[in-house]
């Protein structure tokens, strides 16, 4: 038969193992509001450079080739426009990334709100249990991730288009 523990430390009989429970929750505490804290600044810096840097890149391919059109021969000008739609799409991907990537953070943001519950600090039993069915922080981070790629990919595919134009 074994006796259960009270929630509540102060409870406890030894108060040695209670206080260390205390220290050990305070530290898992700290821990989880320090992440939550960096979660929250990071989707914003994070979805600012990402979204900045592949539009930038992008717009200046768009800028680019649109300067090209006067100094090629006219049947020249649909593989320039055929180059200029890749990076078209390649900024309606990177948005999209740029989205999941927010959402991303915002969930781990919300993830760690619940877990750091001050709660811990004196009940064993307010510890955090993941109980979720799925997996938000994951499911959109490999979604910006592959947007990001697939962004990327569209660039490439420009370029490839714009040089194989030029050169015919």
Known sequence: MTIEKSP???????????ERYQIHAREIYAHYRSYQMCSRSGHVDYGKWLIASMLAVHGGAIYAISGLKNSVLPQQIP?????????LAGMVLILFAGFFAWINFQAAERLYDRWSNPAMLYR????????????????MLVLAASLGLLSMYAFIASAVTVVQTLRA
């Open 8 to 18: 509540f430390y102060h409870a406890w009989e030894d108060q040695h193992e209670a």
């Open 124 to 139: 064993s039993d307010q510890f955090p249990k993941d109980e979720e069915r799925t997996d938000i922080i994951n499911a």
């Open 79 to 87: 593989g320039l426009i055929t180059g200029a739609s890749w990076n």
